[in-house]
């Protein structure tokens, strides 16, 4: 049995929603021991709702978006509200490497939690904090979801049509969020490693998006330019586009930038006549005449399938892919050989479909070993084996409503 | 306290454009020691790309090249030819990681598959980054940001809120896909690095840029397998509306829960057209009445962005101000993050950078260098590091191995 990247390492998450728990998701994936701290008073919310994919679920343990973003972990019931179970979290704390959480800035602090508290438990312990607008300066306190941090990092405003609305970006800017703030907190555990030394991390989820258009940023920088949204254009390379293909909503992007690709693309859809003529013979032609170019390019492409498309255009040596949906990603035959979905037993709501990790480690490979936890399913393992706690006193705090 | 969070670790990029370079920038800024090795001739293709300063082409002033390269060291060098392809692997003894983006077959010509570079340094971690990954039919693929953007699923769904299916989908804006797919790539890269510290072992990431950008969406697009629902980019279908045109820009009230709605009617004066929500649970109020979204623009066509967007948020209303380039870099929070910092470049001059989007306690981000010019490192590298006399580097540029 392969040992995970991160084995041995203990995380603490008392995250919710989807920035915050798909952090600590990442490193259960790579072997982390992950105990995510919940309560009746909070509820991850993504166990009862999915903002973006509008579902709803009854009771807590039967969301499918909820254990997507959970696999792997470990989960107690702790009311962090009462004196007591702070308390409790310390004594978690105190055996554990890293502390994720997602409160608004300040509420942990007022809750004896903040990273100075913990790290008089834990001296080298790993803290991250996460939020809309990070855990300094005068938008400290705002509140957002995916769609803003997109907003203010720019990102929606360069999304969409030329001539329409800025686009509004969904759960993909958590999950980046995220990603991002796993980045941080595994940088940590190396310099720990190293030193004997942990840290404080604060993240701001807006700019996790911003530093994804540092180019675009720098437009502004170098020349005082405001780029604009424009479809699926690029500055120099044309064609660059999404094109009709046969079929209800196909298409094939295409996109070309040197003269050799251009000749094996034209090479490749049969030499029409129209692309002999002058008005295409370079790339700055091409893109001086782009709509034209367009229109033409889609005189072929609707006569083939996507696939076909595709498959013509790659073989020529052309960059072409199919704007695939999830029906079609998920019967795809390259990531069917990848093992890019992998099925996942749930006791309440079943077998689920979920998708494999997206890296594949040659001698720790990262792996989904069990469904998402149900709420409160490790408190015996947490506060009896680990804690070791008597049943007297774990029940006395069950009465007290500390553990709930 | 001082010292940088990866502090001694030594990378060696053989990357271009986008991915590649962006999961390396990620290690370097937080005090990696980057080798990046660029192509004799040309360079890294980013060099070729703009913006460019004053608009004018020059390799060495492409802002996209300058940005993704902070902080690293710059050679050139050919592995294609005997002498280069010794000395890259005797950098690849120096190094701890290996980030690469070249096709497959590319590297297999080479004789750089990681079985073989593990001979020459076995506890060597080899991230490779590629469109597809390193298995399957399409591994041989070509795909540049937009085709990486739709053959991810990503652009299927992208704009939401479209009216109808007539218009193509698209990708996200400027090259974000292939940022994202050198994001995931770093962290695998130093939770491989990480083991190595404690067991000595090291080991091959395959990253396939096109799985990296799926698993972004995978609330989305796992919806088929487990539902039969096919997500798409129609309104109704996706999270769009919102979005709310006002005096100088847009604005977008996420009010999701019922008291975030009660408190966004409040900050709109409590008028006869907004009614508050029925519940104070989870109530998500996704796309309100045609009638309220008329009034609603209306009354937000008189305000200004920054008016409604502190105003609200004052009031606890998850608003957004959809934020234009200029917005992004003139932002008070941002600034007061210490979000950007000041590099001088010996040809680009002195600029504004965005850094990085966290802020460790104890080993801060750092700016040590600006982007590499072509070949700026050669003699640094070659000379002091590898040991090679001034006279080897005139025979080796004259050869055009670097």
Known sequence: MNRGALEGIRVVDSSTAWAGPFVSELMALMGAEVIKVESMKRLDHSRVI????????????????????????????INLSEPKGAELLKRLVKVSDVVIQNFRPGVMDRLGLGYEALKEVKADIIYLSSSARGAEGPERSYVG???????????????????????????????????????????ALNHRQRTGEGQYITVSSSETIAVLIGDVLLDYTMNGRVQFRDGNRDEIMAPHNCYRCKGDDKWVSIA???????????????????????????????????????RLITQWTISHTHYEATEILQRAGVAAAPSFNS????????????????????????????????????????????HAPLFGEHDDYVFGELLEMSQEEIKALIDEKVID | MGEKALEGTKVLEYASSVSGPYCSKLLADLGAEVIKIERTGGGDEARRRGPFLNDIPNPERSGLFLYLNINKRGITLDPKTQTGRKIFLELLRWADILIEDKPPKEMEELGFTYENLKEVNPALIMTSITPFGQTGPYRDYKAYNLNLSHGAGAGYLTPGGSPNLE????????LFDDYTAGLSAAVATLAAFYYREVSGIGQHIDASKQQSVMDYDRVELDMYPNTGVVRTRLKGKSLGGAMTRCKDGYVMPMALLGPQWDAFIDF???????????STGLTATLEPSEEFSRHLSEWMSSRTMEEVYHGAQAKRVPMAMVSSTADVMNSPQYKARGFFTEIEHPEAGRLKYPIAPYKFSETPSVVERPAPL??????????????????DLVRMREAGII
């Open chain 2, 268 to 278: 709109l004066g409590n008028p006869d057209w907004g009614e508050k929500a029925e």
């Open chain 2, 374 to 391: 072509l070949g700026q490192h050669n003699e640094e590298v070659f000379s002091r590091l590898l040991g090679y006399t001034r006279g």
């Open chain 1, 145 to 187: 979801y995916a769609p803003s941090f997109a907003a203010h990092g720019g990102l929606s405003y360069l999304t969409g049509y030329a001539d329409g609305m800025p686009a509004m970006m969904m759960g993909e800017i958590d999950l980046i969020s995220a990603t991002t703030s796993a980045f941080a907190v595994v940088a």
């Open chain 2, 167 to 174: 218009r193509e989908p698209l990708k996200g804006g400027g």
């Open chain 1, 327 to 370: 029906e079609e990603l998920y019967n795809d035959p390259h990531l069917k050989e990848r093992g890019g979905y992998i099925e996942v037993e749930h006791p309440v709501i079943g077998k689920k479909a979920a998708f494999a990790p997206s890296w594949k480690f040659s001698k720790t490979p990262a792996k989904i070993t069990r």
């Open chain 1, 50 to 77: 999915s903002l973006s994919t509008r579902q709803r679920f009854t009771g807590t343990d039967q969301s499918s978006v909820f254990n997507d973003l959970n696999f792997n972990k470990l989960d107690v019931k």
């Open chain 1, 256 to 294: 070309i930038s040197n003269d050799e690709e251009w000749r094996a693309f034209i090479d490749a859809i049969g030499n029409p006549d129209w692309a002999k003529g002058e008005r295409f013979q370079d790339t700055y032609l091409r893109k001086e005449n782009e709509e034209e170019l367009d």
